[in-house]
């Protein structure tokens, strides 16, 4: 499910923009209840969009990540990519309601994606420098 929506937003964007961006999985088969998954695809897709939107905006090419990793009983999903990172100005603001650095922008879906997440009893987190954005999601 997981690999199947990451490579259609991929496929959606890179024929949109142009741009080399490659998509690399590492996602072993893992089984998400009905109570996950919906979620789950919901806060990917929209992370997997931001890297599109902003993390290549002055790139031409670049990588975009997602790899999944199951210890004890929780799932950890991360989404990363090369691009420009996060501004430092900027950082603290990313998960806040109608935030946005985009005249177009609306600013609710990384506060959504927290909050959905955070409701399942996970967390959604993020690290980034100038060349490096990584965001983790942990189910639980």
Avoid: W
């Avoid at 997602?66 to 603290?92: A, C, R, T, V, Y």
């Amino acid at each position: 499910y997981i690999e199947e929506l990451a490579r259609e937003i991929h496929h959606s964007y890179a024929s949109l923009q142009k741009k080399a961006i490659e998509l690399k999985l590492d996602l072993p088969e893992v089984y998400l209840n009905v109570n996950y998954a919906i979620p789950c695809g919901l806060i990917i897709n929209e992370v997997i969009t931001n890297c599109y939107k902003h993390a290549f905006e002055e790139k031409e090419k670049g990588v975009i990540s997602i790899s999944i990793k199951k210890k004890e009983e929780k799932l950890f999903i991360s989404i990363s990519d090369n691009g420009k990172g996060i501004d430092s100005e900027i950082q603290d603001k990313v998960f806040l309601p109608f935030f946005t650095t985009r005249k177009d922008g609306a600013g609710i879906g990384l506060t959504l994606s927290k909050n959905i997440i955070e409701a399942h009893g996970g967390y959604l987190s993020y690290q980034t420098d100038e060349d490096k954005t990584s965001f983790m999601i942990c189910l639980i």
